[in-house]
Each structure stands twice: as C-alpha cells, then as structure tokens.
C-alpha cells in the first residue's frame, strides 16, 4: 500500500505565502506522477498543478505565475509553494500521486492524501 502525507497548510493573509509537501511512503515500486488538486467550498475537486517524473509540469490558469511545482524523486516527495495567496485560494488541497506499488508491480494506480486546508482571509 502506498500512503501521502501531507503537510504546511494553515491560515494566511492575503498576499501572503505557504508551502505544501507531500511525501509518498509504504510499497512504493515507481511513482509516474505526482500532483496537487484542491476543492473550494460547495465545488468540485479540481487540478492546482501536476508534474511528472521527467519534471513535465502542467499548472492551471488561476495558479500561474503564484504557484510553483517541485518534486524530489529520491525522496517521493511533491512541494507546492504558494505565493501572493488570495481568498479565492481557500480550499482542501489534496495530494495525488499515479503509481505502482511492490505488491502490483503491473498496474497503475491512483493514491490520494486526506487533504489539508489552506485559508486565506481577506
């Protein structure tokens, strides 16, 4: 079983700064890619920015140019700085990761974290 932890988020103001990590642990054979959703309040889970193991990095347009993707695969461990924060940023933000695992080596399969909230007030 492959297990995300997250972890850095909080309370922040507006236009201030907060960084997420996420490390991947348990029977870990290969990670593909690792990524960053988040879902606001009363709407749906939605992408903040992924990236691959060859370092492809895709952002969605509400984050570019303040957030910022980053991976350690050594260490199976994702980052998301997060800068000029806006209310509009308050959301559940959950890890995901695609990968395989020592007990099924041939699939793919799809991992998620419990979530950490990040809100920004105004």
């Known amino acids: 079983q492959v297990q995300l932890v997250e972890s850095g988020g909080g309370l922040v103001q507006a236009g201030g700064s907060l960084r997420l990590s996420c490390a991947a642990s348990g029977s870990i054979f290969s990670i593909n890619v690792m990524g960053w959703y988040r879902q606001l309040p009363g709407k749906q889970r939605e992408l903040v920015a992924e990236i691959t193991s060859g370092g492809s990095i895709n952002y969605a347009d509400s984050v570019k140019g303040r957030f910022t993707i980053s991976r350690d695969n050594a260490k199976n461990t994702v980052y998301l700085q997060m800068n000029s924060l806006k209310p509009e940023d308050t959301a559940v933000y959950y890890c995901?990761?695609?990968?395989?695992?020592?007990?099924?080596?041939?699939?793919?399969?799809?991992?998620w974290g419990q979530g950490t909230q990040v809100t920004v007030s105004s």
């Open positions: 995901r990761t695609e990968g395989r695992s020592l007990t099924a080596i041939f699939q793919v399969n799809e991992y």
